[in-house]
């Protein structure tokens, strides 16, 4: 793996490369890998066609909206602890995955999400179609009503998006109006963000750079499945909830304060939590990935029909996990499985298929790995590792270990399959210890168990190291370990 700090050109032909990244979709949500009660046939193809890495992660958040500095830490290639305001710019000397592609040669266009800053968009992409973001008001409640009425933008090449010029959308119902979950006409974000995506594929041969042989980037980035949960009607008849099976570990609630209780994630649903409201939660859920398996077949018969299906590098992966009822939460603001997991499917031109890789890796990881496939140097700013070697190997270990961590109140840290969470809120500190082998869904504390002191210590002192390490010395971490 070779760094570089200036652009080259790769030295043979490099793919397309279509990264597809979802919203709030958590790692067990595709039926391949053993989710019967969902199904993403579509995904599932992908996935045969391809490598599942069964343990990807992101490595938590510095503020309750997750997705930010999670979809930074992909674009950059940097840890948590390395972004700018918890991920909501990227400055100039933070090289960006598209920004690092576009240098070398690849068309590069955006349909979706942009959860960063309007000047850093510009310098990663060079057209893109049905942009949503750019809002000061604030995010996707302020200035939405939901999946069908998303309001987006033009592509501007030079980045002065305003607050409203360029919106293509119904107008914006009061936030405090109920919301439609099911709709039978209307267009959905799933479908308006897709539709773009096929656009783009189906012209790009003939356009002036497809005629070039240029390759490209095309980065779809969705909203879906972040609540609110509304899909068509045709998918109610599929997703019902009596259905639905409560997780394993579900819980009326949390057993202790975990500092995130009370965000906007956790009201979704009343506490104490209700087992039949949470599968309604869970059958919704479903069924918009459902929607969003459905229109990935389009993209990959998109493909086909335009025959760069061959040599075009797939990506499917999201952002961040969600509880939807496991622990007693309903959100992502915590350092569980369900919430650190993702998706991640990687098929395509250098990727073995039929293929499953559990090595530990995180989002970040991804920039190097999409070079390294592409022939192109690594720019120094990154701090990801290649999953290159676990492409050629899937038992090749990428790390050995992972860290977690969420503002001030969470810290986590992953050996094998020893998971330790240190909390502390208001001065009142607790520990959780799990075995991951026995306990996959994290119901056991083992942290007063006489018999696990000596791996309590170990994972303590491996924390300890992500201080120093990952310079956990911002604002939140020092919070966290003065209280420590």
Known sequence: MTRSSSGTQPSRRSPHILFIFTD??????????????IATPNLDRLARRGTVFTHAHIMGSMTPAVCIPSRAMMLTGRALCSLEQDGRRIPREHTALPEWLRQNGYVTSHIGKWHQDRESHARCFSTGDKIFGFNSRGGWYEVCNGHWHVPVHDFDPSGRYSE???????????????FETTKTNGRHSVEVFTDAAIDFLRTYPTSEAGARGEPFFLYLAHVAPHDPRQYP?????????????????????HPFDNGALLVRDELLEAHPRRPAAVRQHLADYYALIALIDEHVGRLL???EETGQADNTLIVFSGDNGLAVGQH????????????????????????PEEQTSSTFCYLHDLFPTLCE???????PTVEGRSLVPALRDPSAAIRDTLHFAYRDVQRGVRVGDDKLIEYTVNGVRNTQLFDLASDPRETRNLAADPGCEETLDALRNRLGEWRTEMNDVGVWGQAFWHSM
């Open 24 to 37: 709030d979709q958590r790692f067990d949500t595709i039926s391949a890998l053993g989710n019967p009660e």
């Open 164 to 178: 409203r010029d360029g919106y293509h959308a119904p107008p914006i119902e009061p936030f405090e109006a109920p």
């Open 233 to 253: 009607e045709r998918l109610r008849e599929r997703y019902h909830a009596d259905a639905v099976s409560l997780p394993e570990n579900f819980a009326v609630r």
């Open 301 to 303: 018969a998109a493909l």
């Open 328 to 351: 007693g939460l309903m959100g992502k603001q915590n350092l569980y499985e369900h919430s650190v997991r993702v998706p991640l499917v990687m098929a395509g031109p250098g990727v």
């Open 373 to 379: 496939l592409a022939g192109l140097t690594i720019p």
